[in-house]
């Protein structure tokens, strides 16, 4: 079996467990790391993530597939320096977001491009934080198919199989609202549920009173800052209706509490829990 080379451009946690998973699949793939941060990349050499490490666009052009699981900004930079691929390429970009991406990526290079966004992470990050079972059982969901060569395609949708994933395609304008309501605006939430209880309470009781429930919700507050400035700036108009659409719900829940509307407001909480008759 011919070996494959995977360029991986970015070594935290949606590389690094990209790289640990495809190397439990009976394929013989060769792992070629770039990150711009060094300590990162002695990180994901140590813990055996890539095989090799390089310091520029230019030598990882070669591989066979090159992954980008940077920031949505990070993506859209280095689309404009891939120039003069192989025809047989397949670039991945990772982005929570897809269509400034997609419009973004020179039309030379369109068809070597697949747009990718898989519906998993943790609030962790950096190589050390990679697990090799990250993708399994997740949703990828691949935009704008059509734009992506016959190869590129089918490439894509092998390596996404053998991690396990469920494939789902959709239009990359159609995926970043969906993302804003499912993904974005909640970590909007988190953060600011997690700065309201800082502002409010001292350290002390929030460790005696914490329960399961504020874990839960401020947990993804965790997640990296930087990452997520990129993802809110990226989607800011999808973002700012979620939000919007949120503040009414939660003025509906003031307005009951001040009211007394109990049984009102036992209404709107139990159609809220028809939400996991989906999930569950």
Not at 139 to 150: A, D, F, H, I, P
Not at 167 to 193: G, Q, T
Not at 225 to 240: A, G, S, V, Y
Request: aromatic share 6%; net charge negative; with cysteine.
């Amino acid at each position: 079996m011919q070996t494959k080379t995977i360029g991986i451009v970015g070594l935290g946690l949606m590389g690094g467990s990209l790289s640990l998973a495809l190397k439990q699949t009976p394929n013989d793939f060769y792992f070629i790391g770039l990150d711009h941060n060094d300590v990162h990349c002695e990180q994901a050499l140590s813990l055996g993530l890539v095989d090799e490490l390089v310091d520029t666009l230019d030598e990882i052009k070669s591989c066979d597939v090159i992954f980008l699981s940077i920031p949505v900004d990070g993506i859209i930079a280095v689309a404009q320096q891939l120039h003069s691929l192989n025809p047989y390429c397949t670039v991945i970009d990772l982005g929570s977001t897809k269509e400034k991406i997609s419009l973004s990526i020179p039309k030379d290079i369109r068809s070597n491009f697949v747009t990718a966004h898989p519906m998993t992470g943790t609030e962790k990050f950096g190589p050390t934080a990679a697990v090799s079972h990250l993708y399994k059982g997740q949703t990828v969901v691949l935009c704008n198919m059509e734009l992506s060569g016959k190869h590129q395609q089918d490439t894509a949708k092998k390596l996404f199989e053998n991690l396990g994933m469920i494939l789902v395609y959709m239009d990359a304008k159609e995926h970043d609202r969906h993302a804003a309501f499912i993904s974005h605006m909640p970590h909007a939430i988190s953060y600011a549920l997690a700065n309201s209880v800082m502002k409010q309470e001292d350290s002390e009781n929030i460790v005696a009173l914490a329960a399961g429930g504020f874990k839960d919700m401020s947990r993804i507050a965790k997640s990296s800052p930087d990452m997520w400035e990129d993802i809110f700036r990226q989607n800011q108009k999808n973002l700012l209706e979620a939000i919007y659409s949120f503040e009414n719900e939660l003025k509906k829940c003031r307005h009951m509490v001040e009211n007394e509307e109990w049984h009102t407001l036992n209404a709107w909480m139990e159609d809220a829990n028809t939400l996991h008759d989906i999930l569950d």
